[in-house]
Structures are given as structure tokens and as C-alpha cells.
């Protein structure tokens, strides 16, 4: 078996008296998809906050591409190649397409002494990258904000990928998706498999689970519940790890 | 159930035209709001108004508002807001009063009301973030008695008159225009204009074409994308309002110039003035939103409203209820130009 891109290992939360994750394991390799499933409140986004340095780890070791970690800050794990599309997107609304792909990391052209943002370039880097993609919108200097759900959620994922991502978290990415954009995202996913990125998906519709992961693991109260290879498991055991109950199976 | 009819070229037409409209108004509305007041008061006052000495009266006046708007917009922009920048102006102008009364070098003088409107700005943005005060409201309007208190408190309430002439070139310096319009010509530019210039092209420049500049209405559309994209969304709202209180110490600096003196009432309630100049300006409230024009435009329409007034020997109170409705009206404009845009 290769050596997984990330491996995290006895990952503690707490927040103040409260313990939303304890002592989980987790690991995915380059070009597999992982599903994360859990109750609401199981921890799974704390979880991937841990990944993304957006919500530090309490305790616990997180380990990338075979070296010891430490996330203070989103900057840090973006740093690596992770980066993560959140449920709520987190996308500006009052910028440009092109300008949420690639704020904070934004292209740059000296001037004089100081670096100017190079607004060209910066939009024909997104235009391509779209392409890419296959993500269609009108040009990529449009707002964000007159973007249908669908269209918010490609260029978060846009957004992702943009700079050589060595792994993708996404955290519910169809929830709030019409049918039709559910496939579009689903695509996304498999072509970023195929281009061997690791992907961590959370989700509750097991259809997508079905439909693009290699790996399930299942959070219950902030631990470790169950976890197996998409083909050995059904539909039906899953619903009953979620709800914590039925056919506690041990780690693959 | 009705049929949908199919929409004829004329239809398009006149949606594109609006679109077009719209885009225009957002762009330029408040200009062309301006170039029709300035015909009326012309009309008005045909002897008056439309004279040099007259404008630059107008630009002489409002070039500390001009000066202390543009700081309260970058706020703004991050969605936040600083009721202090009055108080800051304030205890600016009471430290270069002092220190230019202790009689320090001239330069010493124009520095120290820059780091004191820093020092104070700074401490606004550290006390918004570390201190997590639920609203920047709290913190600045805390601030705003704060300083305010310490700038009396160190003057003793009581103006200080008469600086250098340096240190009143700034505010009241000219730029002769007798190599242009020929010897004898009174016409002149003032300083204090060239320099407000200077200071919104670059913060203009600054806001949109920096990654700082982008940082910061990214945060005022949406802080938490600034903080997923890895922005420390912190250290750039503590470095907005240090620009902000920095900004204020060099409307100090123009108007100690401008007026010679340094006075404990200085700036009070301007930090309504500049917010007022600011959303007048298009700007939006919930941040994101705004442009440097549209700030300077702000000024200039409350500028010119004044002077009008005034030139129409228009009451005070009046010239009070005349600023009142004008916010309401450029807010409320601004609502029904957002709503065409976005009809579908």
C-alpha cells in the first residue's frame, strides 16, 4: 500500500467543556476519494477546519506527504496543496470570478517598487483554468453574487484547485444543489481523482457517496465509528452508522 | 395559464438600455447630480458662484473633510465604522499645537499629528480584534470620548494660536498661476487641493490594483472567505483603521493650516460628515461596495450644498435639514437603482 498524503492521527477538539472530536484517526492517499459520513454535530467539519488550518487541532498529529505538520492558519495548509470548499462556500459576493479564485494569492506584475496586481492576467489565468474544469459561466469577470448555487459552488471549487492542489476537502458540496448541478460537481470530483488529487468528501446524500468515493469512514460523537472500501458496504449499512447503531464493523 | 410571450427585439432593446442606464448611474450618477447642482447655483447666483475665488473657497473647505472621508471609506469598505476620527483629528491638532508652541522645528510639527492620528488609529484596530469587541461602533465611540478627553486634557481646553509658516503651507499654502494666465493674475490653486489629489489617487491605487487593496473588500464582502483564502483578516483590519487614524492626523495638519490655530471643538460631529459624504457616495454600509470618486464626490456635493446655501444667505438650520434629506434621497436612490439591476 502507498503512503498516504495525509494521516492524521489521534485528533482531539475541544471547545472549552465541550469535546467535539477525540482521539480520530484518519488517512487518504493521492488520486482517492474518501466520504466522511456522520450525524449532524458528529464532527466532521471540525474535522476538516483541523485540515484546512482553519480551527486548529487541541491535540493530535497530522502527518503530510510522510512529514509531520502543524496548521496555525489556512495560509499554512494552502501552503501544502490542501484546500478546502466550505459549505457555505465562502466565496465574496461583491468581487469578480476571477478575483475569488485567486484572492489572497492574487498574480502579481512589479511596479516601481511596490507589486500591482496584474487584473489581465489574473482574469485570463481564471478563464483558462475554468476551461479546464469545463466550468461554464458568461466570462470570469462577472460578480459572484449574480451566480446561480450551482455556478457559487464551481468556482469554490475552481478556487481549490487553481494552484496544484495535492488534496481537495469538501464539506456537503451538493447540498444545496439542483439535480442537474449535482452531476457537474460529481464530474468535478472524479476529474480531479483522475488527476490524481486526493479528495476528502462530507456528505449525507449516499448517492454521491456512492457515486465518486473509493473509502468511507463514518464520525459518531466525535470518534472513530466505522470505516470501509465503498464496495464492501451498502446503502443500508451506512444509513446505520450514522445513526450510530447497527453493524459496528473495525477499521479496514 | 398564461403563455409566456416570446420577447420581441424591442423589448431586449429597452431591457439592454436600462442595463446600460443603470451601469451609467452607478458608475457616474453622483457626477452628474453634482454638475446639475453646480448649473443651478449658477442660475442662482450668476455673479458668484461660478467664480475662482468662490471654488476654491469651496476646495479649501472641505480638503481636511475630503482628507478624513477617505479614511472613514476604507472602514467602511471592511463593513466597519469609526465614530473617533473627529476626536483623532482633534487630539492631532492639540498635539501640534503644543508642540509647535514648545517651539519645536517645523517639521517635528507636521510629523506629530501623522503619528498621533497613527498611534490612535492603531488603537482602535488592536482594541476592534483583540479586544473581539462585538462591533467597531463600540470600540470607536468608546474612543471617540476617549480622545477627545486626552486632547483637552493636555491643551487644557483652550486653543493655541499661530504656527510656522511651514506648517501652515498645507493648509492654506497657494500655487500662484501668473506663469499661466499672465503677470497680475490673482488666480492660484490651493495646496491643500493638489494634495487631496495626490492622497485619493493613492488610496485609489492602493484599494484596487494592491493584494492589500483586494484583501480588504474581499473581508468587507464576506469575512470569512478572507479568512478560508488564509488572510489574516485581523492584522489587515488593525492596519485599515491605523490608515484611517493616519489619515485623520493629516486633516489636522490641513486644518491647522487652513486655520492657524489649533481649538478643542475642532472636528466635532465631522465624523458624521464623513460618513455622510461617504454613503452619499455610493458606498455601502455593509461593505464591499464603494469608490474613491464617489467619496471625493460626496465631499464635493456637501461642500457645494453649503456654499450654496450660504451664497443664497440660506439659514444654518436650513443648510441641516438640507443634509438630512439629501442622505435620505442618495440612499434611497441607491435602493431602487439596486433593484433594477437585479430584476431579472
Excluded at chain 2, 251 to 266: D, E, K
Amino acid at each position: 500500500m502507498t503512503t498516504p498524503i495525509l494521516q492524521a492521527k489521534g485528533i482531539c477538539k475541544y471547545f472549552g467543556p465541550i469535546t467535539a472530536l477525540e482521539d480520530v484517526d484518519l488517512q487518504v492517499s493521492a488520486g482517492e476519494v474518501l466520504g466522511v459520513i456522520g450525524d449532524n454535530g458528529a464532527g466532521k467539519s471540525t474535522l476538516m477546519k483541523a485540515f484546512s488550518g482553519l480551527v486548529p487541532a487541541s491535540k493530535g498529529e497530522i502527518w503530510f506527504q510522510g512529514k509531520p505538520v502543524k496548521f496555525h492558519s489556512p495560509r499554512d495548509a494552502r501552503n501544502l496543496g490542501i484546500e478546502m470548499v466550505y459549505q457555505d462556500l465562502a466565496l465574496a459576493g461583491n468581487l469578480p470570478i476571477a478575483q475569488n479564485i485567486y484572492l489572497g494569492r492574487d498574480p502579481t506584475k512589479r511596479f516601481g517598487f511596490i507589486n500591482r496586481i496584474d487584473h489581465k492576467r489574473c482574469l485570463e489565468m481564471s478563464q483558462e483554468h475554468l476551461d479546464t474544469l469545463k466550468i461554464h459561466v458568461k466570462n470570469a469577470g462577472q460578480k459572484v453574487e449574480d451566480l446561480s448555487g450551482g455556478q457559487r459552488q464551481a468556482v469554490a471549487v475552481a478556487r481549490a484547485t487553481a494552484f496544484d492542489a495535492n488534496l481537495v476537502i469538501m464539506d456537503e458540496p451538493t447540498a444545496a444543489l439542483a439535480v442537474k448541478e449535482v452531476s457537474k460537481v460529481l464530474e468535478l470530483i472524479k476529474r480531479l481523482k483522475s488527476l490524481n488529487v486526493a479528495v476528502i468528501i462530507i456528505s449525507h446524500r449516499m448517492d454521491d457517496i456512492f457515486a465518486v468515493c473509493d473509502r468511507v469512514m463514518a464520525l459518531f460523537h466525535g470518534k472513530n465509528f466505522a470505516e470501509a472500501y465503498i464496495n464492501e458496504t451498502s446503502h443500508d449499512e451506512l444509513i446505520g452508522w450514522v445513526m450510530g447503531a447497527s453493524q459496528h464493523r473495525e477499521t479496514v | 395559464m398564461k403563455n409566456q410571450p416570446a420577447e420581441t427585439s424591442a423589448e431586449l432593446a429597452s431591457e439592454n438600455l436600462t442595463a446600460k442606464i443603470s451601469i451609467i448611474l452607478d458608475s457616474y450618477g453622483i457626477l452628474l447630480l453634482i454638475a446639475l447642482m453646480m448649473i443651478i447655483l449658477h442660475i442662482l447666483q450668476p455673479d458668484v458662484f461660478f467664480t475662482w475665488r468662490n471654488l476654491t473657497n469651496v476646495f479649501k473647505q472641505t480638503a481636511w473633510q475630503a482628507t478624513l472621508a477617505l479614511g472613514m471609506f476604507i472602514v467602511i469598505v471592511t463593513a466597519g465604522i469609526d465614530l473617533s476620527v473627529g476626536s483623532i483629528l482633534m487630539l492631532s491638532l492639540m498635539s501640534l499645537a503644543i508642540v509647535s508652541k514648545a517651539g519645536f522645528p517645523w517639521f517635528v510639527v507636521m510629523v506629530v499629528p501623522i503619528v498621533v492620528g497613527i498611534i490612535c488609529g492603531c488603537i482602535n484596530g488592536i482594541g476592534i480584534t483583540k479586544l473581539r469587541m462585538p462591533h467597531p461602533f463600540i470600540m470607536t465611540l468608546g474612543t471617540l470620548y476617549l480622545f477627545r478627553g486626552v486632547g483637552n486634557l493636555i491643551s487644557g481646553g483652550v486653543p493655541i494660536s499661530g504656527f510656522s509658516e511651514q506648517v501652515n503651507f498645507l493648509g492654506s499654502g497657494r500655487i500662484k498661476l501668473e506663469w499661466l494666465l499672465g503677470s497680475g493674475a490673482r488666480e492660484y490653486i490651493p495646496v491643500s487641493l493638489i494634495f487631496v489629489i495626490i492622497m485619493y489617487l493613492v488610496v485609489w491605487f492602493y484599494l484596487e490594483h494592491t493584494q492589500h487593496g483586494r484583501w480588504i473588500f474581499g473581508i468587507g464582502g464576506n469575512p470569512n472567505a478572507a479568512r478560508a483564502v488564509g488572510i489574516n483578516v485581523d492584522n489587515m483590519l488593525i492596519l485599515v483603521y491605523t490608515i484611517c487614524g493616519g489619515l485623520a492626523g493629516f486633516a489636522a495638519l490641513i486644518l491647522a493650516g487652513r486655520t492657524n490655530s489649533g481649538y478643542p471643538n475642532a472636528g466635532l460631529q465631522s465624523e458624521l460628515d464623513a460618513i455622510a459624504a461617504v454613503i452619499i457616495g455610493g458606498a455601502s454600509f455593509f461593505g464591499g461596495r464603494g469608490t474613491v470618486i464617489g467619496v471625493f464626490s460626496g465631499v464635493f456635493l456637501m461642500g457645494l450644498l453649503r456654499n450654496g446655501l450660504n451664497l443664497m444667505d440660506v439659514s444654518v438650520f436650513w443648510q441641516q435639514i438640507t443634509i438630512g434629506v439629501i442622505i435620505i434621497i442618495a440612499v434611497y436612490l441607491d435602493v431602487l437603482r439596486r433593484e433594477i439591476g437585479t430584476r431579472k
